[in-house]
Antibody, heavy 118, light 110 residues
Framework: QITLKESGPTLVKPTQTLTLTCTFS??????????VGWIRQPPGKALEWLAL???????YYGPSLKSRLTITKGTSKNQVVLTMTNMDPVDTATYYC??????????WGQGTLVTVSS | QSVLTQPPSASGTPGQRVTISCSGT????????VHWYQQVSGAAPKFLIH???QRPSGVPDRFSGSKSGTSASLAISGLQSEDEADYYC???????????FGGGTKLTVL
């Protein structure tokens, strides 16, 4: 059974750095072609792809947020970490992680709502 | 403004067939596979169609996808009330070297 779960702060202050962790099970990020991506959704708005990391450590970032994002494999082999710097209230959104195989997001986490407010 | 253009809304009555379009360019839809996701209100997106027209296991055959040139479509036949959701297309953009989602289409079952 494949599962993914996002974890991290629910509230961050403007200018702070957000760190989110995706903990997954049922697949391995060492499998050729496998990836994990992050997607966010502001309240009432559309999905926005943020970042993607593959089994070979190749990384891709959304063009509009590239300068603020870093995606890495976690210290645990079943985790992927996303950091986003200089948070702003417009970054308030539900953040999802999903398995990429290789570019289909076939399994998604439940999402975690992050609010940016002072 | 999304690189992939979808109509903001669509509607139909139970039993009807509805289609949702996704328009892109030669750098995205024209060159890469299109995927579709269904998002029921308050839930995470669900994988609905991959590689233009392939249904993952468990997705009813009422859902079908197609692609021609720089446009893709999702068709839902025999519309049911449970199909009321937001639908998103997605594909890779070779120029941006990034994954793109469409702006989403809200389907209402009347």
């Amino acid at each position: 059974q494949i599962t993914l779960k996002e974890s991290g702060p629910t509230l961050v202050k403007p200018t702070q750095t957000l760190t989110l962790t995706c903990t997954f099970s049922g697949f391995s990020l060492t499998t050729s072609g496998m990836g994990v991506g992050w997607i966010r959704q502001p309240p009432g708005k559309a999905l926005e792809w943020l970042a993607l990391i593959y089994w070979d450590d190749y990384k891709y970032y959304g063009p509009s947020l590239k300068s603020r994002l870093t995606i890495t494999k976690g210290t645990s082999k079943n985790q992927v970490v996303l950091t986003m710097t200089n948070m702003d209230p417009v970054d308030t959104a539900t953040y999802y992680c999903a398995r990429a195989w290789p570019r289909d997001f076939d399994y998604w986490g439940q999402g975690t709502l992050v609010t940016v407010s002072s | 403004q999304s690189v992939l253009t979808q109509p903001p809304s669509a509607s139909g009555t139970p039993g009807q067939r509805v289609t949702i379009s996704c328009s892109g360019t030669t750098s995205n839809v024209g060159r890469n596979s299109v995927h579709w996701y269904q998002q029921v209100s308050g839930a995470a997106p669900k994988f609905l169609i991959h590689t233009n027209d392939q249904r993952p296991s468990g997705v009813p055959d009422r859902f079908s996808g197609s692609k021609s040139g720089t446009s893709a479509s999702l068709a839902i036949s025999g519309l049911q009330s449970e199909d009321e959701a937001d639908y998103y297309c997605a594909t890779w953009d070779d120029n941006l070297n990034a994954m793109m989602f469409g702006g989403g289409t809200k389907l209402t079952v009347l």
